[in-house]
């Protein structure tokens, strides 16, 4: 008996560890660590910023395991900005192609790409359609194109020369004229000599102006495009890379849903999965003006404080109906009950839990545990008495037949299970290898569940009409 107690107390202190490792990472401080691995795109964050949001990404190391040439290798960053809401610009994983190479191609995607330079320890970055007002910076930057045109050299206007070389065309006829008529002739050849240059100047100045304007719109086109590049030292210590760099959303015409994903284009060339190795560890911090929280979900701690107080008014209410009505209840209702006090404790901690998200930028670890244990509770209640429901227990009948047993031994496991997917989705980086497995599993084991709980209802209305059939031809 005593080695039981003990192995069933260390289980239960595994189980706290667990929820206490998963909930330090629910945050919107995310710290990812990645060691070997090898895919061409690694998604790091989702965010919905409002103006004057910020993010601020730390890549304190990378480390690339290959024997390749660096000068055939393209890694970076992008972030992009979805056209609608909750859909990224390239949903589409396109397994041979980089979003990099469009960095020396024109896009009207809302787009910036930070482009790794390993040869010249050198980071470009492009700003592509309406992220070109972002605010980006970096540490020590290289160099910084000007943001606005230099101003050409002014040039002699046509409109003063012609002021001044008629004056003297007008001094020369005009002072002291001649009373015989072939001096009045000599001057009047020599005003029309000296118009004929006036032309002749006034032409000339008049294809310098077209052709220093079109210079302008020249050089104005190069400043325009050139702007939008910048360049960004690239941080080496033996074979580690580090870079860091901080984003600004100035309006609200740049706010919006941005996806921060890292590239490593090598890989995505068909045949080369897996030829370059990479470390890396990357801290990034996602925030809006008044919280932590993305901008769809700020209104989640009101809406789930509000839900929890909404459930918990509906499991009194039908905790006193079942009293008023005692002779006619059914163990079943009171399972209902009991199911609808703990959906108002689940949400309660959900919302506590957002709350502390969205002021502190992390979840506090007693409650995140506290909501994970009740969220597990709820699910596994809540199929528990779908199933209960469908095989008519309790008001047709009293004992489960082998058939429900079986369901039962299916759906609870795996609801478990979905349940544990979906708390390992709630707090594990998106950036990790093990996210998208778990979500693909949480959705298969969801939709397996919510198959299986349909046997017993179609069970229970086959044996009923049977039953009824059987009364009919009995009468």
Same mark, same amino acid.
């Given at each position: 008996a005593g080695g039981r107690r003990q192995q069933q107390r260390r289980l239960l202190n595994t189980c706290f560890l667990w929820f206490v490792g998963l909930s330090g990472a629910a945050a919107r401080l995310h710290h990812l660590t990645l060691k070997g691995d090898t895919r061409s795109k690694v998604h790091l964050n989702t965010f919905g910023f409002y103006a004057n949001g910020t993010l601020e990404v730390n890549l304190t190391s990378l480390v690339l395991k290959t024997d390749i040439d660096f000068k055939k290798i393209t890694i970076g960053f992008s972030l992009s900005k979805s056209k609608t809401d909750g859909v990224s610009t390239y949903t589409v994983d396109e397994s041979d192609t980089c979003v990099l190479e469009k960095y020396n191609k024109s896009t009207r995607e809302s787009l910036t790409l930070?482009?790794?330079?390993?040869?010249?320890?050198?980071?470009?970055?492009?700003?592509? !359609?309406?992220?070109?007002?972002?605010?980006?910076?970096?540490?020590?930057?290289? *160099?910084?194109?000007?943001?606005?045109?230099?101003?050409?050299?002014?040039?002699? !206007?046509?409109?003063?020369?012609?002021?001044?070389?008629?004056?003297?065309?007008?001094?020369?006829?005009?002072?002291?004229?001649?009373?015989?008529?072939?001096?009045?002739?000599?001057?009047?050849?020599?005003?029309?000599?000296?118009?004929?240059?006036?032309?002749?100047?006034?032409?000339?100045?008049?294809?310098?102006?077209?052709?220093?304007?079109?210079?302008?719109?020249?050089?104005?086109?190069?400043?325009?495009?050139?702007?939008?590049?910048?360049?960004?030292?690239? !941080?080496?210590?033996?074979?580690?890379?580090?870079?860091?760099?901080?984003?600004?959303?100035?309006?609200?015409?740049?706010? !919006?849903?941005?996806?921060?994903?890292?590239?490593?284009?090598?890989?995505?060339?068909?045949?080369?999965?897996?030829?370059?190795?990479?470390?890396?560890?990357?801290?990034?911090?996602? *925030?809006?003006?008044?919280?932590?929280?993305?901008?769809?979900?700020?209104?989640l701690p009101l809406l789930y404080m509000v839900m929890s107080g909404f459930f918990f008014t509906a499991a009194v209410y039908w905790v006193y109906l079942l009293l008023k009505y005692r002779f006619s209840v059914f163990k079943i209702h009171w399972l209902m009950a009991s199911l609808a006090f703990t959906k108002t404790v689940s949400i309660l901690f959900h919302a506590i839990n957002y709350h502390f998200i969205a002021v502190r930028g992390y979840a506090i670890e007693g409650w995140a545990v506290m909501y994970y244990i009740t969220h597990l509770l709820k699910g596994a209640l809540l199929f528990i008495t779908l199933a209960l429901i469908g095989t008519g227990w309790a008001f047709v009948k009293y004992i489960l037949s082998d058939k429900d047993k079986k369901i039962f031994m299916i759906v609870i496991p795996l609801q478990v299970l979905a349940n544990t997917a979906y708390i390992i989705i709630e707090s594990t980086e998106e950036g990790t290898s093990d996210y998208a497995l778990w979500k693909e599993t949480l959705f298969l084991v969801d939709l397996i569940c919510c198959g299986a709980i349909l046997f017993p209802v179609v069970w229970s209305i086959r044996h009923l009409q049977e039953a009824s059939s059987t009364d009919g031809k009995g009468q």
């Open positions: 930070f482009k790794f330079d390993l040869n010249t320890n050198q980071v470009s970055v492009k700003k592509f !359609g309406e992220q070109r007002q972002l605010l980006i910076d970096g540490t020590d930057k290289v *160099r910084d194109v000007p943001s606005q045109t230099e101003s050409a050299k002014p040039v002699i !206007g046509a409109d003063k020369q012609k002021n001044k070389l008629p004056a003297k065309s007008q001094n020369g006829t005009a002072g002291n004229p001649s009373k015989t008529p072939e001096k009045s002739r000599r001057k009047r050849e020599q005003s029309s000599i000296e118009s004929n240059k006036t032309d002749s100047q006034s032409n000339t100045v008049k294809k310098q102006i077209g052709s220093n304007d079109q210079v302008k719109a020249k050089q104005g086109k190069k400043t325009e495009d050139a702007k939008m590049e910048t360049f960004y030292p690239l !941080g080496k210590m033996n074979d580690s890379y580090n870079f860091n760099f901080f984003v600004k959303v100035m309006s609200t015409k740049e706010q !919006g849903l941005y996806t921060l994903s890292f590239h490593n284009c090598y890989n995505a060339a068909p045949g080369k999965q897996g030829a370059v190795v990479f470390d890396m560890k990357i801290d990034i911090r996602a *925030r809006n003006p008044k919280n932590f929280l993305s901008a769809g979900e700020m209104p």
